[in-house]
């Protein structure tokens, strides 16, 4: 496990060393020195915190609702402009990286980068869901893509801690729960926490309880750091209040 993670904190520095080259913000000298200040930055980022507790039980009459994590990456193209094992294989999709970024450039999203469910089209509209919870339900986040994710939460939607991406999406302004902005103004990484989880390709883990300190009563705005246009809302309602509501109906 140890050896995985240290393979995913070198593929995210060859990323964003990768993608400073092919989107350069400031002089090469200066796109040195940030490329080189992310290599510092980037493997904290799992090291700073522990990893979030997955509790088994939950309580009677609660759900767990799950969030799949998609992408469209093709191992081959991707490994070959990052590095190794950027992108796992799968059934995820086929996309080729320079196919990934013409998207991006054109759209300012990636259609096969997403969190689901997304749409509703139930009422013959298209709309964007909102997950509904309860109080002591909890949300289990399953990576079916082939790259890794973040599942953040953020006081406003925003731009992740690759900065090359954040002006192509429309988002030149990073979430700060995403990134911490270092003296040469280059980006890193906010350590892991419950609000800020890491989800490898592949895998599957528990995320925030509803009713908690990170899932609290309300509207909260979740977003991947890495790809900042895969967002969702989160809306926990109290049981009781549910009740009520159904008995003056």
Same mark, same amino acid.
């Given at each position: 496990?140890?050896?995985?993670?240290?393979?995913i904190?070198w593929?995210? +520095?060859?990323m964003?060393?990768t993608?400073?080259?092919? #989107?350069p913000?400031r002089?090469?000298a200066?796109s040195?020195?940030a490329? @080189?200040? $992310?290599?510092?930055a980037?493997?904290?980022?799992r090291?700073?915190?522990?990893?979030?507790?997955? %509790?088994s039980g !939950?309580q009677a009459?609660t759900q767990?609702k799950?969030i799949r994590i998609?992408d469209a990456c093709d191992?081959? !193209?991707?490994?070959?402009?990052?590095g190794?094992?950027t992108? $796992? *294989?799968g059934?995820?999709?086929?996309?080729?990286?320079?196919?990934?970024?013409? @998207? +991006?450039?054109?759209?300012?999203?990636a259609?096969?980068w997403?969190?689901?469910?997304?749409?509703?089209t139930?009422?013959g509209?298209?709309?964007?869901?909102?997950?509904e919870l309860?109080?002591?339900?909890r949300?289990?986040l399953e990576?079916?893509g082939?790259?890794? /994710?973040t599942f953040?939460?953020? @006081?406003e939607?925003?731009?992740g801690? #690759?900065?090359?991406? %954040?002006p192509?999406?429309? %988002?030149?302004e990073p979430?700060?729960?995403c990134?911490?902005v270092?003296?040469?103004?280059?980006?890193a990484?906010?350590?892991?926490?419950?609000?800020?989880?890491? +989800? @490898?390709?592949?895998? !599957?883990?528990?995320?925030? $309880?509803?009713?908690?300190? *990170?899932?609290?009563l309300? +509207? !909260?705005?979740?977003?991947?750091?890495i790809?900042?246009?895969?967002?969702?809302?989160?809306?926990?309602r109290?049981?009781?209040?549910?009740?009520? /509501?159904?008995h003056q109906n």
């Amino acid at each position: 496990m140890n050896e995985l993670k240290s393979n995913i904190r070198w593929l995210a +520095v060859s990323m964003s060393a990768t993608l400073l080259l092919m #989107f350069p913000l400031r002089s090469g000298a200066q796109s040195k020195s940030a490329s @080189e200040e $992310i290599k510092v930055a980037l493997p904290a980022f799992r090291t700073n915190a522990s990893k979030p507790a997955h %509790n088994s039980g !939950t309580q009677a009459g609660t759900q767990t609702k799950t969030i799949r994590i998609w992408d469209a990456c093709d191992p081959v !193209t991707f490994d070959a402009k990052v590095g190794p094992g950027t992108c $796992i *294989a799968g059934h995820h999709g086929q996309t080729i990286f320079d196919d990934f970024f013409a @998207e +991006v450039q054109q759209d300012r999203v990636a259609g096969g980068w997403r969190f689901n469910p997304l749409l509703n089209t139930t009422d013959g509209i298209f709309k964007l869901v909102r997950l509904e919870l309860a109080p002591g339900d909890r949300i289990s986040l399953e990576n079916v893509g082939g790259e890794t /994710h973040t599942f953040t939460k953020v @006081e406003e939607f925003g731009g992740g801690f #690759f900065a090359p991406l %954040n002006p192509l999406t429309g %988002n030149p302004e990073p979430a700060p729960e995403c990134a911490r902005v270092l003296a040469d103004g280059s980006l890193a990484p906010q350590p892991e926490s419950d609000t800020n989880q890491f +989800v @490898e390709a592949g895998e !599957t883990e528990f995320g925030p $309880i509803a009713g908690t300190r *990170a899932l609290p009563l309300g +509207v !909260t705005h979740w977003q991947c750091c890495i790809h900042p246009w895969m967002r969702t809302n989160v809306a926990v309602r109290d049981r009781d209040q549910d009740h009520e /509501h159904e008995h003056q109906n």
